[in-house]
């Protein structure tokens, strides 16, 4: 029996090998074949027909990655980075606007520039003083010599202080940066308190300028012509400086430059008479504002300022109230002795306001405070540097924001 069973196993291997070469056909269906009857791979078979109508359940499921790409048009919020092209117009508008805020920054900037000698004395020393103290009465004595030295004048040193102590006594100051803006503040106060500038209405406005030899003064008119030509006035210049040699061929100069007319003789001429004919020619001509520059005086010598005195008089014979202002030069290096120069000038010929020249090159701005509080009187303009543009028309504010 054993023997017949395995002669049948081994006949048999043939039927298996014959079996196995069928399975190849059941590879039409590897998995299903064995399990399902051929009624059921038909149904299989539908199945599968089905599911590539099933596929778009797939792009269904595509369509829901594609909000994932929606985001990708999020590079739109990098197109939305085109709002960043937007500041660019916004800072071009304020740029091109031709409103005054604009040139309005440009000049405090300079003028802070420009000031920096004279920050430094005040606001710096401020700084070095209150480090590690707290204020009292000791540190508000050290603060009036620095005021002092930046030449306001023991007078207006002295009033500001006292209004300090005060509001050090109300317990108001209680660091540096409290202390500086209380002191700006009675700064602002103090220039604003001057006497305003002139009226410009008159047709023609005479306008005579005076100061001492060297402060600038015919440089300083040529500079008054420009910024009034700029503002539409129609300027003419009177060289009534016939002592100084080549005085009225500087003036002649800048009358070129500026484009206005002038007035002048021959050196050694009557300065009266060259004021009177610059009147003369100024309502010949319909300019609306003459400029008379005077030769530049000693204030200490009396004979030239009753020279200055008859230049005035004559001026106010051709013309009714002229010269409709008078505006003393002053240089600002000269500190303190500037507000000597300014008491004898307003003596002779009384004086409706200030030009401040070479205020950029010095330490001792604290003047323009002292004249305003001693005084009264308006500093009107003030000089920056040696350009033609560099004359400006003076902004307590904006002074006393440079200061600080």
Do not use: Y
């Amino acid at each position: 029996m054993a023997l017949f069973n395995f002669w049948k196993k081994k006949s048999g291997q043939p039927e298996a090998a014959s079996k196995a070469t069928l399975a190849p056909e059941a590879t039409l269906a590897p998995e299903d074949a064995p399990q399902l009857a051929p009624e059921e791979t038909e149904a299989a078979e539908a199945v599968t027909v089905d599911e590539p109508a099933e596929t778009p359940e797939p792009a269904a499921a595509a369509l829901a990655p594609a909000p994932e790409p929606e985001p990708e048009p999020i590079p739109e919020p990098v197109a939305e980075a085109e709002p960043e092209p937007e500041p660019e117009p916004v800072a071009q508008e304020t740029e091109d606007a031709p409103g005054e805020e604009p040139r309005k920054k440009g000049f405090f900037a300079r003028m802070a520039e420009r000031l920096a000698q004279t920050r430094e004395r005040i606001s710096g020393s401020i700084d070095r003083l209150t480090l590690g103290r707290k204020i009292d009465d000791e540190l508000l004595d050290e603060l009036e010599e620095v005021l002092v030295t930046a030449d306001l004048g023991v007078k207006t040193a002295t009033s500001l202080i006292e209004g300090l102590r005060g509001q050090v006594r109300r317990k108001e100051l209680k660091d540096g940066e409290a202390l500086k803006r209380a002191l700006r503040a009675g700064i602002e106060a103090i220039l604003a308190q001057a006497a305003p500038a002139p009226s410009r209405e008159r047709d023609p406005h005479v306008m005579m300028v005076v100061g001492v030899n060297g402060v600038g003064k015919t440089t300083t008119i040529g500079k008054l012509a420009h910024h009034f030509s700029r503002q539409g006035r129609k300027v003419l210049l009177g060289a009534c400086d016939t002592f100084r040699a080549a005085a009225g061929e500087q003036l002649e100069v800048w009358a070129q430059r500026v484009n206005a007319p002038i007035v002048r003789q021959q050196s050694g001429a009557d300065p009266s008479a060259v004021a009177f004919d610059s009147v003369e020619a100024a309502l010949n001509r319909g300019r609306d504002l003459v400029i008379i520059d005077t030769a530049g005086r000693l204030h200490t010598k009396v004979n030239l300022m009753d020279e200055l005195k008859k230049v005035h008089r004559v001026l106010g014979k051709r013309l009714e109230g002229a010269p409709h202002e008078v505006l003393l030069v002053l240089d600002a290096t000269t500190g303190q002795n500037a507000i000597s120069q300014a008491k004898l000038f307003n003596e002779a010929v009384p004086l409706d306001g200030i030009v401040l020249t070479k205020l950029d090159g010095t330490a001792k701005g604290g003047v323009v405070i002292a004249i305003a509080a001693e005084l009264n009187l308006p500093i009107l303009f003030v000089g920056l540097g040696e350009g033609i543009d560099d004359l400006k028309p003076f902004d307590p504010q904006d002074f006393a924001a440079a200061i600080f």
